[in-house]
């Protein structure tokens, strides 16, 4: 019953939490490490196998930074022969053209770079390695020379808010085929931005101005971490082409150590793969069975028209309230039904 209301669609699985940047933003605080009790390439084959014996979502292989990890083309390898669709999201310091063509062949379908300032002043001091900025010009030249499609994501907060406009012109000039925004959600290292996330009506005003830009219809936009985006393309008579927050119900991420969760910045342990298997925890999780559940959302979301295409950020509601239940704290709409 669980599976048929809510199918796996998409799961994030960080297969290894080494990182060569420093990223003031990251959910993980990843590092260098070493991390121990990292899924070894064995049981990364179980889990692929598990996930294609009852669904079939994209899974985003990420970190960390995932081409860390020796065996990172034997683990695509694996799923492709699979038949699972497989994507990365890497930093693109360590990607070269021959890593590039192992992607492509290995049936990697899209790649994820990020990009979080306009130049290499302001992205190389979010990420804090010098030279960052460089080398995801460098790997959107390689990934466009061999053919295999990329996306930028775009992490916002007030350091780089107004520069949305020149972001967006030079994620286009680089040939990528997507543009993913995601709001600021100050968990992990994160935390230390606390007072750099936008306020509820600086939030309003940025999802109207990309709203705008997706209705341009020039390159695949999608706004991640802001589900009451879809609450404002309805208010402006138009159809979402999604829901709002897909945590738990048709979302699942997976830690470098199996450890599930509704997502990778919701750190509820919802589940351990390694012990109970990929679809035993996703139809039985309490947590997730909780986030499934429309009557247990508390505050204005709960009495929200619009909850069932927002849902509200379940993670910035746990952090700020320490329950993920709770209502979205950076939605300035007042939630009532009428």
């Given at each position: 019953?669980?599976?048929?209301?809510?199918?796996?669609?998409?799961?994030?699985?960080?297969?290894?939490?080494?990182?060569?940047?420093?990223?003031?933003?990251?959910?993980?605080?990843?590092?260098r490490?070493?991390?121990?009790?990292?899924?070894?390439?064995?049981?990364?084959?179980?889990?692929?196998?598990?996930?294609?014996?009852?669904?079939?979502?994209?899974?985003?292989?990420?970190?960390?930074?995932?081409?860390?990890?020796?065996?990172?083309?034997?683990?695509?390898?694996?799923?492709?022969?699979?038949?699972?669709?497989?994507?990365?999201?890497?930093?693109?310091?360590?990607?070269?053209?021959?890593?590039?063509?192992?992607?492509?062949?290995?049936?990697?379908?899209?790649?994820?770079l990020?990009?979080?300032?306009?130049?290499?002043?302001?992205?190389?001091?979010?990420?804090?390695?010098?030279?960052?900025?460089?080398?995801?010009?460098?790997?959107a030249?390689?990934?466009?020379?061999?053919?295999?499609?990329f996306?930028?994501n775009?992490?916002?907060?007030?350091l780089?808010?107004e520069?949305?406009?020149?972001?967006?012109?030079?994620?286009?000039?680089?040939?990528?085929?997507?543009?993913?925004?995601?709001?600021?959600?100050?968990?992990?290292?994160?935390?230390?931005?606390?007072?750099?996330?936008l306020?509820?009506?600086?939030?309003?005003?940025?999802?109207?101005?990309?709203?705008?830009?997706?209705?341009?219809?020039?390159?695949?936009?999608?706004?991640?971490?802001?589900?009451?985006?879809?609450?404002?393309?309805?208010?402006?008579?138009?159809?979402?082409?999604?829901?709002?927050?897909?945590?738990?119900?048709?979302?699942?991420?997976?830690?470098?150590?199996?450890?599930a969760?509704?997502?990778?910045?919701?750190?509820?342990?919802?589940?351990?793969?390694?012990?109970?298997?990929v679809?035993?925890?996703?139809?039985?999780?309490?947590?997730?069975?909780?986030?499934?559940?429309?009557?247990?959302?508390?505050?204005?979301?709960?009495r929200?028209?619009?909850?069932?295409?927002?849902?509200?950020?379940?993670?910035?509601?746990?952090?700020?309230?320490?329950?993920?239940?709770?209502?979205?704290?950076?939605?300035?709409?007042?939630?009532?039904?009428?």
């Open positions: 019953m669980a599976q048929r209301e809510h199918p796996l669609r998409m799961v994030a699985w960080e297969l290894t939490r080494n990182c060569n940047l420093n990223c003031i933003h990251c959910r993980a605080a990843a590092s490490g070493p991390y121990e009790g990292e899924l070894t390439f064995s049981e990364c084959k179980d889990v692929l196998d598990q996930i294609g014996a009852f669904a079939s979502p994209t899974i985003i292989l990420t970190g960390g930074e995932p081409l860390m990890r020796n065996d990172i083309f034997d683990i695509i390898e694996y799923g492709k022969n699979k038949g699972l669709r497989l994507v990365i999201a890497i930093n693109g310091t360590l990607l070269t053209k021959e890593k590039a063509v192992r992607m492509k062949e290995g049936g990697i379908k899209r790649v994820s990020s990009l979080d300032g306009k130049s290499g002043e302001s992205h190389d001091a979010f990420r804090r390695v010098e030279g960052s900025f460089d080398a995801v010009m460098r790997a030249d390689t990934l466009k020379a061999v053919g295999l499609p996306q930028i775009t992490t916002v907060t007030r780089n808010v520069d949305l406009r020149e972001l967006y012109g030079l994620v286009k000039a680089m040939g990528a085929v997507a543009w993913h925004t995601f709001l600021l959600v100050p968990v992990g290292r994160g935390k230390g931005l606390k007072g750099e996330e306020s509820t009506r600086a939030y309003e005003d940025v999802l109207n101005r990309l709203y705008d830009v997706e209705k341009q219809n020039e390159i695949e936009m999608k706004v991640t971490c802001a589900p009451h985006y879809y609450r404002i393309v309805k208010e402006r008579g138009d159809t979402p082409k999604s829901a709002g927050c897909l945590a738990g119900k048709s979302f699942m991420f997976i830690s470098h150590r199996g450890i969760q509704p997502c990778g910045y919701l750190e509820l342990h919802s589940g351990d793969v390694r012990k109970n298997g679809k035993k925890v996703w139809e039985e999780s309490p947590v997730f069975g909780r986030l499934r559940d429309p009557a247990s959302y508390k505050g204005k979301c709960g929200c028209r619009y909850l069932a295409i927002c849902g509200g950020c379940r993670a910035r509601a746990y952090e700020m309230h320490g329950d993920f239940l709770h209502e979205e704290p950076y939605c300035s709409f007042d939630g009532t039904t009428g």
